[in-house]
């Protein structure tokens, strides 16, 4: 019995060994792929990671004087009074309402665009008009806030000036709580509709010419080759962005949306983000104000799970 007790415990101490051996060996053989990745790592590790120890003041009435340990523990009262918040329907209903805009009239666009572009045979001319559309991503918020404000404000926005020489009113644009909603939209679509391209060119790029081949012998023109080869092709990478789009239901982007309020449209302007600042911030209620951005990263994470799961049960791959 000692014997056979010393062999499995032999044993059982050599897995770990070759456990070890075989992660060496692995590393040595991909060192600069791993080298190569390096940056990428520690840069999550520490601006991702690092930081959701912050979490835990949700859970407690932080002070920064007692610091994260010494800091009261409440539980989730913090949670509960922001359900039980007047503000709370408030927020969901603005914050879901641009998302779902975003996502129904912004994220066919790129798509729309890419096989737009797959179709244009003159390689000078796709380059050209790919450089265009791709400009916008380059430019900050803070830039394109400024151009709206020269465009639509009430008293010198060009389009007020164009309104009253032509005998027309002027038209309080930025201050119409009726379409704040549709400008932020418009204003994502104008700036990340053409770097949106990128991914689905790519996939594009990678399908097998003789699909198109084959179609075209069969008789199959260009509206049908799209819709039977180039979409098929590129179908696993939209339902990825879908699914990770659906994770950002919760996000508006603060930048964005600060730059662009007023009060004369803060019913429909006033969202997690702005909120978690105004009130963490400006008024110092750090533990509320984590408290809502779990709030909101909780529902993310159920957000990506639940469609990579419906994702999969449809037959697509998912994102894992």
């Given amino acids: 019995m000692a014997s056979a007790d010393g062999g499995l415990g032999a044993a059982s101490a ?15 053989r991909n060192k600069y792929l791993y080298l190569l990745a390096l940056p990428g790592l520690i840069f999550f590790l520490l601006f991702k990671y690092v930081p ?35 503000d709370f329907w408030l927020l969901f209903r603005n914050t879901m309402a641009i998302n779902l805009m975003s996502l129904f009239l912004f994220f066919p666009l790129p798509i729309a665009l890419s096989l737009l572009l797959n179709e244009v045979r003159s390689v000078a001319y796709k380059r050209i008009v790919q450089s265009v559309v791709y400009m916008p991503h380059f430019l900050s918020w803070v830039v394109i806030a400024g151009l709206t404000f020269l465009l639509f404000a009430k008293g010198e926005g060009l389009v007020n000036k164009l309104l009253e020489a032509a005998g027309l009113e002027r038209v309080g644009i930025l201050t119409n709580p ?20 990128i991914l689905f060119l790519a996939a594009i790029a990678g399908t097998d010419p003789q699909l198109y081949e ?6 199959a023109g260009r509206l ?9 092709a590129i179908r696993t990478v939209i339902v990825i962005l879908l699914i990770l789009r659906l994770g950002q239901m919760m996000d508006v982007g603060f930048e964005q949306v600060f730059l662009m309020y007023n009060g004369a449209v803060s019913e429909v302007a006033e969202v997690f983000d702005t909120y978690v600042y105004r009130v963490g911030i400006q008024q110092g209620q750090f533990s509320f104000s984590t408290a809502v951005g779990l709030f909101k990263s909780v529902v993310g994470l159920a957000l990506v799970v639940l469609s990579n799961r419906l994702a999969k049960r449809f037959g697509e791959d998912g994102i894992y």
Avoid: C
């Fill in 214 to 219: 084959a179609a075209r012998m069969d008789g």
């Fill in 178 to 197: 009726n379409g704040f909603w549709l400008m932020l939209t418009a204003q994502t679509i104008w700036k990340e509709a053409g770097w949106g391209t």
């Fill in 52 to 86: 959701m120890w912050g979490i835990v003041i949700s859970f407690q009435n932080f002070s920064p004087y007692k610091g994260l340990l010494n800091s009261e523990w409440v539980g989730l009262s913090h949670f509960a009074d922001f359900f039980a918040h007047p």
């Fill in 14 to 28: 050599g897995k770990p060994a070759k456990a070890a051996s075989r992660l060496g060996a692995e590393l040595n």
């Fill in 224 to 232: 049908r080759q799209m819709w039977h080869v180039t979409l098929p």
